[in-house]
């Protein structure tokens, strides 16, 4: 199985603050890497997949990149609705795994 | 515009028997593989199982091999997930997610549904 590791677990920032969270995979998963935001009680939402293309409704101050190993997922200007925990998920081979999940809060 | 909703969640005992379903709405079933996902209380996302969009194929993770088995309807818009043999580490909100299909896998999902809380206690 793919393990994928998110860092951090958790970050406190600022309104306004760009914000950088990063995934790692233990293979090579080309751009197989999607990022999903979810707030407490609610459902995940789905903000990017193929690592950098945005699902259709994400505002653009969410962006993705990388590829094989390495991905990251940057918030450009964090707003009070951001403040959410987010999720890294592989979807090149079965079975699809998740990050651990980094919470980010307000400082 | 696209809904899924989630139902069939509940108290559970050990050993025991429940069966999850969604209802999708606002696109073509047809087209699209179906996922469940499980967050068990305080903790984080787990992927369960797919369906393929025809129906041809079905994946699960290791610890629900055997046990579980996902189906769909078509002529209802409705995925199941039918739970056997269910412990208490089942124990979770369970999410119903659409996915694209490609050539190569039904694995890129979008939409997710609300979810449906299973208790699986003596």
């Known amino acids: 199985d793919i393990q994928m590791t998110q860092s951090p677990s958790s970050l406190s920032a600022s309104v306004g603050d760009r914000v950088t969270i990063s995934c790692r995979a233990s293979q090579d998963i080309s751009n197989y890497l999607a990022w999903f935001q979810q707030k407490p009680g609610k459902a995940p939402k789905s903000l990017i997949y193929a690592a950098s293309s945005l699902q259709s409704g994400v505002p653009s101050k969410f962006s993705g990149s990388g590829s094989g190993t390495d991905f990251t997922l940057t918030i450009s200007s964090l707003q009070p609705e951001d403040f959410a925990t987010y999720y890294c998920q592989q979807y090149n081979s079965d079975p699809l795994t998740f990050g651990g999940g980094t919470k980010v809060e307000i400082k | ?107 890129m999902v979008d939409y997710w549904g609300q979810g449906t809380l299973v208790t699986v206690s003596s």
Request: positive net charge.
């Open chain 2, 1 to 107: 515009q696209v809904q899924l909703v989630e139902s069939g969640g509940g108290v559970v005992q050990p050993g025991r028997s429940l069966r999850l379903s969604c209802v999708v709405s606002g696109f073509s079933f047809r087209s699209y593989g179906m996922h469940w996902v499980r967050q068990a209380p305080g903790k984080g996302l787990e992927w369960v199982a797919v369906i393929w969009f025809d129906g041809s194929k079905e994946q699960y993770v290791d610890s629900v091999k055997g046990r579980f088995t996902i189906s769909r309807d078509d002529s209802k818009n409705t995925v199941f997930l039918e739970m056997n043999s269910l412990r208490a580490e089942d124990t979770a909100v369970y999410y119903c997610v659409r996915a694209h299909c490609s050539s190569r896998s039904c694995y």
